[in-house]
């Protein structure tokens, strides 16, 4: 459980270091949010009994933080793009990323 909690904590990081990024003056601001809640493994039990379940919050946090960016600090709804769960594949987030996001 604590590798899942150190996993989401780093990928909720990484998700604010995109969004607060400044974006060069003539460009909308964007982001790309992550939520995974569904982990191919899960559910699973512990060596020790302790049954790990696959997370409720991802999903819905990302949704909240969509509507807060949208609200609060005025992206546009277009310039936020979501994956989730099984949506958030390698290929997609890499594709999203260097693509969408930082036209690499």
């Known amino acids: 459980m604590k590798k899942m909690t150190t996993f989401f904590g780093?990928?909720?990081g990484v998700l604010f270091c995109l969004?607060?990024?400044?974006?060069?003056?003539a460009a909308?601001?964007?982001a790309l949010?992550?939520?995974v809640g569904t982990y191919k493994h899960l559910p699973y039990t512990t060596p020790k009994g302790e049954k790990l379940n696959n997370l409720r919050g991802p999903v819905n946090d990302v949704q909240?933080?969509?509507?807060?960016?949208v609200s609060g600090y005025n992206f546009s709804p277009d310039n936020?793009?979501?994956?989730?769960?099984?949506?958030?594949t390698r290929e997609a987030i890499l594709k999203n990323f260097n693509?969408?996001?930082?036209r690499i």
């Open 19 to 25: 969004v607060s990024t400044a974006p060069p003056a």
């Open 80 to 88: 936020i793009r979501v994956l989730k769960d099984h949506e958030a």
């Open 99 to 102: 693509q969408w996001l930082v």
């Open 64 to 69: 909240k933080i969509k509507e807060v960016l």
């Open 33 to 35: 949010l992550i939520g």
């Open 10 to 12: 780093i990928i909720l």
């Open 28 to 30: 909308a601001p964007k």
